[in-house]
């Protein structure tokens, strides 16, 4: 049974940061695109981060750009969403998100595996 478990979600103030973790069992992830995906109160779900099999590749919503990084470490299976300078509107619920196949993926089609999701509260 595959298995994404978030975690590292939590109530922080503006501007400051938080470090989401994704830890994948059941399948090795080390050759498939991953994301991350987040959905606030009343809206749709949105792309905020993907990166290719390697790391080498990285792509992120323009309203994260330059405040979150996505990276991964393939021997621990796991993705990581390091968010700085976090604002109110940051404020979600964040999904980890894998891909069957290598690539960056932008919609949530594109993605067989999915996560519970952890909470992100940034308050004003």
């Known amino acids: 049974q595959v298995q994404l478990v978030e975690s590292g979600g939590g109530l922080v103030q503006a501007g400051g940061s938080l470090r989401l973790s994704c830890a994948a069992s059941?399948?090795?992830?080390?050759?498939?695109?991953m994301g991350w995906f987040r959905q606030a109160p009343g809206k749709e779900q949105m792309f905020v981060a993907t990166?290719?099999?390697?790391?080498?590749?990285?792509s992120y919503a323009d309203s994260v750009k330059g405040r979150f990084t996505i990276s991964r470490d393939n021997a621990k299976n796991t993705v990581y969403l390091q968010m700085n300078s976090l604002k109110p509107e940051d404020t979600a619920i964040y999904y980890c998100?894998?891909?069957?196949?290598?690539?960056?993926?932008?919609?949530?089609?594109?993605?067989?595996?999915w996560g519970q999701g952890t909470q992100v509260t940034v308050s004003s």
């Open positions: 998100a894998g891909r069957i196949n290598d690539g960056l993926g932008y919609r949530g089609e594109e993605y067989k595996y």
């Open positions: 990166i290719n099999w390697s790391g080498g590749l990285t």
């Open positions: 059941g399948r090795t992830f080390s050759s498939s695109g």
